[in-house]
């Protein structure tokens, strides 16, 4: 097949563009290349000759249609988006200009090629999105491909927007269209303002390890390996105009997610005394910080087969030990705006 894939520069999209190009497939790149988005993401395919990258911003119209027009894709997958709830909390303008009005650019210009192209079967236009349109869970449930959306942060009634914005053109104008949800990602190549990343590089700088509140939310978490895995089955398996939740089937809490890094980091990287754990520092909450996400995964396995492959345990150990290997991959995000500070208190 040939993919476009929007955001293959940042944490998700990268994922799907070395997997997809590890099974032959052509890939065009486009990425605005903005704050979280990373060139050496991709390094390791970029010479190859069914690689191609294109930069170019989602919401630029005209280049959109000259990247779907020029190239033909069968599959457009659709991962650009501006994701940190903290950075949503203190500009949301960023959210609302690239999450909603980029993803309707970017249908209109997969509608206006599909149409020209004589509405070929074949074309898909895949969107990728968020267990986070939601909202929160109690104690007990699992939010369904049913639920009802109710996002609470400006990230996640962004993303929301989008989804209603992609099933419409599905619903009005016909185009071919297949939506996912995700639970949390995590793994190799993450950004280091996330939880996961901020807790591995903080360990190791001697720095307090920042936990919201009482550590009590709880988030299911998916290896972004697997992730990129199920996105390809279902780009090219899943039913029209259908969604598919993923997830990890792997629920902790932020405290219990941090003392198991740190007694993976205890064993990879002893300190000379004491255990990383006690760097544990509890912060001010987030505002409206939802309590607790979990994925029923249950279509996707019984209509596509598609399980995840790693457990949590196993998928920590893999990705604390990356970031041991790769120092010259973080060291150089350091200075990123925003890395390092306390975002999202809606001062």
């Known amino acids: 097949m040939k993919l476009l894939v929007t955001g293959g520069a940042g944490f998700i999209g990268s994922a799907v563009v070395r997997l997809a190009i590890a099974r032959g497939h052509e890939v065009v790149n ?66 609302i200009e690239t999450n909603i009005t980029g993803t309707y650019s970017l249908l209109e210009a997969a509608r206006t090629y599909w149409a020209r192209a004589g509405k070929p079967e074949t074309f898909r236009f895949h969107h990728i999105s968020t267990d986070e349109v939601f909202g929160s869970l109690g104690e007990t449930g699992l939010f369904t491909e049913d639920s009802p959306y109710d996002p609470r942060s400006p990230y996640s009634a962004s993303k929301a927007a989008s989804d209603h914005l992609v099933r419409a053109w ?20 993450h950004f280091p303002e996330k939880l996961i990343p901020v807790v591995i590089l903080n360990a190791l700088a001697g720095k307090p390890l920042p936990i919201y509140g009482t550590g009590a939310n709880v988030r299911d978490w998916l290896f972004v390996e697997d992730h990129a895995d199920a996105l390809l089955l279902v780009a090219e398996k899943g039913l029209l105009g259908r969604c598919y939740n993923i997830g990890g089937n792997n629920e902790r809490s932020n405290l219990e997610l941090v003392e198991s890094l740190c007694a993976i980091l205890d064993d990879l990287r002893p300190l000379p005394r004491g255990s990383y754990s006690d760097q544990i520092t509890f912060v001010p909450d987030r505002p409206g910080h939802d309590a607790r996400y979990a994925i029923d995964a249950s279509r996707i396995r019984d209509e596509l087969g598609w399980v995840p492959s790693v457990t949590l345990e196993q998928g920590l150990r893999m990705t604390a030990q990356w970031y041991l290997d790769n120092p010259g991959w973080w060291q150089a995000l350091q200075d990123r705006h925003g890395v390092g500070d306390r975002l999202g208190m809606a001062k």
């Open 170 to 189: 599905h619903e009005t104008y016909g185009l071919p269209v297949v939506l996912t949800n995700c639970s949390n990602n995590y793994g190799p190549y």
């Open 30 to 95: 486009v990425d605005a290349l903005t704050y979280a988005a990373c060139l050496d993401n991709v390094a390791s395919v970029s010479d190859s000759p069914c690689y191609k990258f294109i930069h170019a911003d989602i919401c630029d119209r005209a280049a959109m249609n000259a990247a779907i027009s020029d190239h033909r894709p069968d599959i457009v997958m659709h991962l650009a988006a501006e994701s940190h709830v903290d950075r949503s909390i203190d500009g949301p303008d960023a959210f």
